[in-house]
């Protein structure tokens, strides 16, 4: 294990000193616009880069292997530290957040949730909106790459079944893990310059465009404004978030195919067809819903309906307008696309299509051996049999990702929350979504008034949602620390 520690706090350290060059960026732009947050964000880098230097140098050599063991310990490591380090500069800031605060604005920010608990965000400094979107780009490149690259080896809730799907072929197109990575970070840095590109030929400023391609492409969901991208009265810009969206929540093996490969693929892969009708019939129901009540009109309603199904289901979290104002149909909808997410290998959060998909057909096979006892049927993904070991990890994780909600929910609501606001909050963190419904934590609320053990149980909440349960689950297993 000592082998492994090496190589986790080596790990560590090279995303520290990422971490630290980083915070430059805004401590650039505030030292540019003369605010005294320049200074936070100056000491937050050298501290940053300090500590991973260290952990570089005195970790420099070892064998390149990684238990598996060592895997979930360093995936855990990984986003408790980039989380910890991610809210020094809120907590030194101008800002005057509790410590609370800042961590549950970090872990928000790095696990692409985008909950937030500031208020006033039109009128803070640029240093800080450039910070939190930088939080939620890298949480985005980061979720890729686990999910790329270390979830299907690990085999969390039938991930295994997205290794022979993505991993192994992406190594045909590209032999090595690392060219894979770049590959992806290649695309990620495309998508999010065509975004930026795109809304401010729509009007957007240049560094708010900057701000919101970064969370859009990223499914973050931190804005600029407290009004989210409701401050922008724009058919154009709203109709642009919703199409980059929808691309962030589209698995990325797809792109580097298409890229490397000319491969058109993006219409064959049952996940996205899955995803691509359950965006269809919400957006279809909801806009008829709008138009028939005179709530908008038929423009319109398609344009607030496309937009914020497309933001619950990708869990980015922007809003346009405050759909918990629409009725109870509505608002059921959006309580239910909220636990979907998007697809695998994506940005976005959620339960995942692929195991929608594959939850499906082991119930459609289910029913036939209902109806028909002496039959044999097969569960199919992707044309290919699925084995019983994917079906019964797909199975678990529903089970556990249900299981941990509903304590979540109890936990909530023993710290004072009305059961409305406790259970969406939990939905909100496990899935990865930002807001919740009601009128607290709904899209035009925030989490800013919870009590402190609230805030807490969310962060937690947010990083089980975020490294699939089980991740977390394994560690305090006692098993996992025998040798």
């Known amino acids: 294990m000592s082998t492994n520690l090496q190589i986790i706090f080596f790990t560590i350290g090279v995303l520290l000193l990422t971490l630290g060059g980083a915070l430059l960026f805004p401590f650039i732009l505030d030292l540019y616009d003369g605010h005294e947050n320049a200074s936070a964000f100056g000491w937050s880098a050298i501290f940053a880069i300090f500590v991973g230097g260290g952990l570089c140098i005195s970790n420099s050599t070892f064998p390149r292997t990684l238990s598996i063991r060592g895997a979930f310990l360093m995936t855990i490591s990984i986003w408790f530290v980039v989380s910890f380090f991610s809210a020094i500069p809120l907590y030194i800031s101008d800002l005057d957040l509790s410590m609370t605060d800042a961590i549950f604005e970090s872990v928000s920010g790095v696990t692409t949730t985008g909950a937030t608990v500031l208020t006033g965000l039109d009128e803070m400094s640029r240093g800080i909106l450039l910070w939190r979107s930088i939080m939620g780009w890298i949480g985005g490149i980061g979720i890729v790459a686990f999910a790329m690259i270390l979830l299907p080896f690990l085999k969390i809730g039938g991930m295994q079944l997205f290794r022979a799907e993505?991993?192994?072929?992406?190594?045909?197109?590209?032999?090595?893990?690392?060219?894979?990575?770049?590959?992806?970070?290649?695309?990620?840095?495309?998508?999010?310059?065509?975004?930026?590109?795109?809304?401010?030929?729509?009007?957007?400023?240049?560094?708010?465009?900057?701000?919101?391609?970064?969370?859009?492409?990223?499914?973050?969901?931190?804005s600029s404004h407290d009004n989210s991208l409701a401050f922008y009265d724009s058919y154009a810009i709203h109709m642009t978030a919703t199409f980059f969206m929808f691309l962030g929540g589209i698995p990325f093996i797809l792109y580097v195919k298409y890229v490397y490969q000319g491969t058109f693929s993006f219409h064959k892969d049952s996940q996205v067809r899955v995803y691509s009708g359950i965006l269809l019939v919400a957006i279809t129901l909801l806009t008829l819903h709008l138009w028939f009540n005179d709530i908008y009109s038929l423009a319109d309603s398609f344009r607030y309906s496309a937009f914020n199904v497309t933001s619950i289901i990708t869990t980015t979290g922007y809003a346009a307008s405050d759909y918990g104002l629409w009725g109870a149909f509505p608002v059921s909808v959006f309580f239910f696309v909220t636990y979907i997410g998007g697809c695998a290998g994506s940005t976005s959060g959620g339960i995942k299509m692929l195991r929608v998909d594959i939850a499906f057909q082991a119930l459609n096979r289910h029913l036939k051996t209902l109806i028909y006892p002496n039959g044999t049927f097969t569960a199919s993904y992707q044309g290919k049999p699925l084995s019983s070991?994917?079906?019964?990890?797909?199975?678990?994780?529903?089970?556990?990702?249900?299981?941990?909600?509903?304590?979540?929910?109890?936990?909530?609501?023993?710290?004072?929350?009305?059961?409305?606001?406790?259970?969406?909050?939990?939905?909100?963190?496990?899935?990865?979504?930002?807001?919740?419904?009601?009128?607290?934590?709904?899209?035009?609320?925030?989490?800013?008034?919870?009590?402190?053990?609230?805030?807490?149980?969310?962060?937690?909440?947010?990083?089980?949602?975020?490294?699939?349960?089980?991740?977390?689950?394994?560690?305090?297993?006692?098993?996992?620390?025998?040798?």
Request: aromatic share 12%; hydrophobic share 55%.
């Open 166 to 222: 993505s991993s192994d072929r992406s190594e045909k197109i590209l032999p090595r893990t690392t060219n894979i990575v770049w590959s992806i970070i290649y695309v990620y840095l495309f998508l999010t310059a065509s975004c930026f590109i795109v809304y401010n030929i729509f009007g957007m400023p240049r560094f708010e465009a900057i701000v919101h391609a970064m969370t859009t492409v990223a499914t973050a969901g931190f």
């Open 389 to 483: 070991d994917v079906i019964n990890a797909v199975m678990g994780f529903l089970f556990l990702f249900v299981f941990f909600n509903v304590v979540l929910t109890v936990a909530l609501t023993l710290t004072g929350l009305d059961f409305m606001t406790a259970m969406t909050g939990a939905a909100s963190a496990m899935a990865n979504v930002g807001p919740g419904l009601g009128d607290t934590i709904g899209p035009s609320g925030n989490y800013s008034t919870l009590p402190t053990t609230a805030k807490w149980l969310l962060c937690l909440g947010m990083l089980l949602g975020r490294l699939e349960v089980l991740t977390m689950l394994v560690l305090v297993t006692p098993s996992f620390w025998r040798n």
